[in-house]
Structures are given as C-alpha cells and as structure tokens.
C-alpha cells in the first residue's frame, strides 16, 4: 500500500492513518489464526503486563493540579504526565515552571514526571524554561516545538539536560529517521493508528534501539482499538520505556463487550486471547455512525 502511493506524495496524513488500520487489522487476522495475542505474533519482548505512564494533568490552577497529580500516584501510577505550554492568559512559561515545581512537591521524589508543551514553545524558550525546571527531575519534555521544527529540537536537546520526547505527529519511518539520524530525540512516540500500524511500529522500535532511543506508545484521544493495539505493541517492543494510558473519559475507548484494561500498581496486564484480545461490540459502535 505505501509503495503504491508514495510517488503520489502520500506518504503523510490520512492516508497513512486509513493504512494503519489496515494493517492493525491484518496482524490481528493473523494472530487469530495461529490462535495467539498479537503481541506473541509480533515476537520481541512478549511482556504479559506493561507499564504505564497516566496521561494527564491538564492546565488548570496549580492547587488543583496538584491534587490531580498526588491522586494519580495515591491509585498506583509510577509515572505521569503534565500539561505546560501555557498561553499568556495562563501566565506563560513563568507559570510552567511553577507547574513542575508545584506537581514536583506533590507527587514527591520516586515519582516519574513528564511534561507536554504540544508545540507552544520555540526553541529559545524551551531552552531557556528547561534550565530552570532541571532541578525537578523532569522525566522528559514532550514537542516542545512544532513536529516539523527538526533544527529546533536538534538544538533544544544539545542545550540542556532534560530528555527530549516526539513523534505523535509523524506519519510512518520517514520523519523517524531523520530525527534518529540527527540525534533530536531521547524518547520516540509513535502512534499506532498514524505510523503505519503494527508493521511500521516494530521496525521503529528496531530503529530507534539501534540509536540508543527508549519507545513510549503515544495514545491521547485514540479509539479503544488503537489504545488495545498499543498495547501489544508495548508488550513487544525491546526498548520500551512506557506505554501511555489517558484516564481522561473517551466514549470511543469503551468499544468492546467488556471494559478496556486498567492499570494496577503502574501495569496494564495483556490480554491473552487471540488476536486484539477483546471483542468490538457493534451496538456500542453504531451510536457514533453519521450515515
């Protein structure tokens, strides 16, 4: 499929994303045959239990903020991540910094804590708001400036000392490699339903190990299938840091005839049937048909 259409310029966008489900449905067609979850038909790692980073503590005041991120760790959470990159009318990087310093105080020390600009950022300022949040052990800061500013996170990783996360943006290996090959990123976050599905997925995280870089699954707002297929891919990737998993309310995650996994202790443990593991339940699905 993406030999067909790239002379056409189609190795972006949603073309990409329709190929991704294709391909998340052919793996799960093939690991029902051979009577196995798909994260054993993929090979790799073969995790029965994931962990996880809880996703996230968005923009609000800091006091409640605060008390999300303690609430998170007080269910288990090991990991988390918190939103920053806030507007003028929100304070501005000067209030980011007290953001971590807050979420820092409140979850403690043992507690991994990542931040997500979504893009607000350029690069001087992500620069410049990273040297003064150092000091809270931040886990990573994520696209802290647009997906397409590859100079801008060459120069934001070689100027300060905390790691550097990307990739829900990119569409299949393409953007991957140049962001490998120029050493921009620490932590690549592929999503599953945009790469290219299971097949481009496990050969970034076969690209990505051969440049020392850790694979955190990106998730966000995805339906309930892409956040089971991410998942297995987490159970299978070698280099896994941690998988994503939202704890926001999404209707389109609650899809199938029993609930999604939840994580206990940090973990989200693999389902074991064949293929996905979970079935879709059609009643549920039907409510969200426009024609």
Sequence with gaps: MFATLRPWGHYRGFVQEGMSGIDQALWDIVAQAQGVPIYKALGGAARA???????????????????????AVERGHKAIKVQ?????????????????????????????????????????????????????????????????????????????????????????????????????????????????????????????????????????????????ASLHLSAAITNLSRLEWMWIQNPLAEIFTEPLPQPVNGELAVPERPGLGLSLDRKKLDRYKLA
Aim: aromatic share 8%.
């Design 49 to 71: 239990r994931v962990p996880v980073y809880g996703s996230k503590v968005y923009t609000a005041e800091l006091d409640h903020m605060a008390r999300e991120a303690r609430a």
């Design 84 to 228: 920053v990159g806030r507007s003028a009318e929100w304070g501005g990087p000067a209030a980011d910094v007290d953001v971590c310093r807050a979420i820092r105080e409140a979850i403690g020390p043992g507690i991994e804590m990542g931040v997500d600009v979504n893009s607000a950022y350029d690069a001087a300022t992500a620069i410049r708001v990273c040297h003064k949040v150092a000091k809270h052990d931040l886990w990573f800061i994520e696209e802290p400036v647009y997906p397409d500013d590859i100079d801008g996170y060459e120069l934001i990783r070689r100027s300060q000392p905390i790691p550097v996360a990307a990739g829900e943006s990119e569409f299949g290996l393409f953007g991957f490699r140049e962001l490998l090959k120029r050493r921009a990123l620490d932590v690549v976050q592929p999503e599953i339903a945009r790469i290219g599905g299971f097949t481009a997925a496990m050969r970034l995280g076969a690209l990505a190990q051969t440049h020392n870089v850790k694979v955190a699954p990106h998730t966000g707002f995805s339906c309930g299938v892409a956040q089971l």
